[in-house]
């Protein structure tokens, strides 16, 4: 049973930063892409930030210059730098990976329970 673990989340104020962390555990064979979404009352799910191994790395516009996404290959594990919160940051954010487990011969997207991140003074 492949699972991602999202921590890192909290209350910041405007120009703060914050730093979240997602864990994929199970029986993970190869992860292709793991990225970040977030999702804010009202609005659908938008990709905040990817990391591949074809690609690198790709960021909305809206956190270009801000936020950093970065890869801990032999702990399965992804982080997003966020500096210089703006509070139009605040939402769910969630981490998504894409990977290749033991159980299935394919890959697979996978999900996080997400983490609140508010951005208020």
């Known amino acids: 049973q492949v699972q991602l673990v999202e921590s890192g989340g909290g209350l910041v104020q405007p120009g703060g930063s914050l730093r979240l962390s997602c864990a994929a555990s199970?029986?993970?064979?190869?992860?292709?892409?793991m990225d970040w979404y977030r999702q804010a009352p009202g609005k659908q799910r938008e990709l905040v930030a990817a990391i591949t191994k074809a690609v690198g790395t790709n960021y909305a516009d809206s956190v270009k210059g801000r936020f950093a996404i970065s890869r801990d290959n032999a702990k399965n594990t992804v982080y997003l730098q966020m500096n210089s919160l703006k509070p139009e940051d605040t939402a769910v954010y969630y981490c998504?990976?894409?990977?290749?487990?033991?159980?299935?011969?394919?890959?697979?997207?996978?999900w996080g329970q997400g983490t609140q991140v508010t951005v208020s003074s």
């Open positions: 998504n990976a894409n990977l290749l487990s033991a159980a299935w011969g394919t890959y697979q997207d996978y």
């Open positions: 199970g029986r993970i064979l190869d992860i292709n892409a």
